[in-house]
């Protein structure tokens, strides 16, 4: 399966270039299915029978259909259980962790954690966590090898350090959060492509690795915190930082969408 988000895209620098409406997210929608039909293309060479596409950015609804590789289906909308990985429970053999990006408080195009704003920081079992880290465990939990991950450099060297075994696709080189140094999408499709197919040497469930785990959150304001503590079982940690405890990653990961969802309900105007 492909996880695809946005941010880590062939181009993308900058907010409009991923905000639904806009006409730059017109515009990166066919760079977005671009990067994804490069992953389908080399995926399949490599031997897969078919390959499951998950919506992962915002709407979950951007990627163009009619333009994808008739070798994938599109698993499309939002308000999915696994969200970012839905399908990951599907009997899948393999993840490409397509478009990510950088985790809230570090270097990296458009980096951050869920919300766009408002999380200075996410620890996974004291870890410093990217959306990367915790889909990657989500998809150890049902033996899937992570195979490849793209984005810009920044998100690859983070990858390297959650997902070492995996091929890391550098589509642009990070200079701010809104800048970049990138490569034309013929480059960054061959690149894709390449990795992908070699990728498949590795696919294939291993034994999954079920265990407890610890996510705490730190936000920009303290009434976000307050918000996100009314949730059973959530514990203010700090003035700006709350944490759970779960039996499961999978638990984990639903109780972080709740959590991240009170927060950012809990924003209000330009005060956050």
Request: proline letters at 4%; a negative charge.
């Amino acid at each position: 399966m492909i996880s695809a988000d946005m941010e880590g895209v062939t181009g993308v620098t900058w907010t409009d270039d991923v905000v639904p409406g806009t006409d730059q997210w017109n515009r990166f929608r066919t760079l977005l299915t671009g990067d994804v039909n490069a992953a389908v293309g080399g995926l399949c060479a490599g031997g897969a029978d078919s390959v499951l596409v998950n919506e992962a950015h915002l709407s979950q609804r951007n990627l163009l259909l009619e333009e994808l590789d008739t070798h994938a289906r599109l698993l499309t909308g939002r308000h999915k259980p696994l969200s970012m990985m839905e399908g990951i429970d599907s009997g899948v053999d393999g993840a490409v962790l397509l478009g990510y990006h950088a985790g809230s408080g570090c270097e990296g195009v458009l980096s951050h954690t869920y919300l766009p704003a408002h999380i200075t920081g996410v620890w996974l079992d004291g870890v410093p966590a990217s959306e990367g880290r915790l889909n990657s465990a989500l998809a150890a939990e049902y033996g899937v090898p992570i195979l490849v991950v793209t984005g810009d450099d920044e998100a690859c060297a983070d990858a390297a350090d959650y997902a070492p075994d995996a091929e890391h696709v550098v589509v642009k080189e990070c200079i701010s959060r809104y800048s970049a140094v990138c490569d034309p999408p013929a480059v960054t499709a061959e690149r894709i492509a390449a990795a992908a197919q070699r990728s498949m040497s590795r696919a294939g469930r291993g034994t999954p690795v079920v265990e407890s785990h610890r996510i705490e959150i730190e936000f920009d304001a303290s009434h976000l915190a307050q918000a996100a503590a009314v949730v059973p079982t959530v514990e203010e940690v700090s003035l700006r930082r709350i944490g759970f405890d779960a039996a499961t990653m999978t638990d984990a990961m639903k109780a972080f969408k709740v959590v991240t969802a009170i927060a950012d309900g809990a924003v209000q105007g330009k005060y956050g």
